[in-house]
Nanobody, 122 residues
Framework: QVQLVDSGGGLVQPGGSLTLSCAASGRSFSGYAMGWFRQAPGKEREFVAAISRSSIYTYYGDFVKGRFTISRDNAKNTVNLQMNSLKPEDTAVYYC???????????????WGQGTQVTVSS
């Protein structure tokens, strides 16, 4: 089992950047695929990005369009989401997730962080 703690959210102006971090504790972090999801008020939780156990494969939601980068450091048990060119529609609570299978569905992930709020506004 792994415990996940999200951080790094905040208020940023349109066009700005933020880096979200997820710290994992527990066993065998390197054995899990990791992902980021987000949920805006009144909307379903949606897939943002995912990275395989050895960082060979990465996947992104269609809306990302080259603006975000997911990365992980298995030695430090962390996964990051670098977000650039942020838009007001990126405002949401962002969740880190871990699972045995690399995927784009919530069902692919068994472990979730508590979420960190990102607000993009002028």
């Amino acid at each position: 089992q792994v415990q996940l703690v999200d951080s790094g959210g905040g208020l940023v102006q349109p066009g700005g950047s933020l880096t979200l971090s997820c710290a994992a504790s527990g066993r065998s972090f390197s054995g899990y695929a990791m992902g980021w999801f987000r949920q805006a008020p009144g909307k379903e939780r949606e897939f943002v990005a995912a990275i395989s156990r050895s960082s060979i494969y990465t996947y992104y939601g269609d809306f990302v369009k080259g603006r975000f980068t997911i990365s992980r450091d298995n030695a430090k048990n962390t996964v990051n989401l670098q977000m650039n060119s942020l838009k007001p529609e990126d405002t949401a609570v962002y969740y880190c997730a871990g699972g045995a299978t690399l995927g784009v569905s919530r069902r692919d992930y068994d472990y979730w962080g508590q979420g960190t709020q990102v607000t993009v506004s002028s």
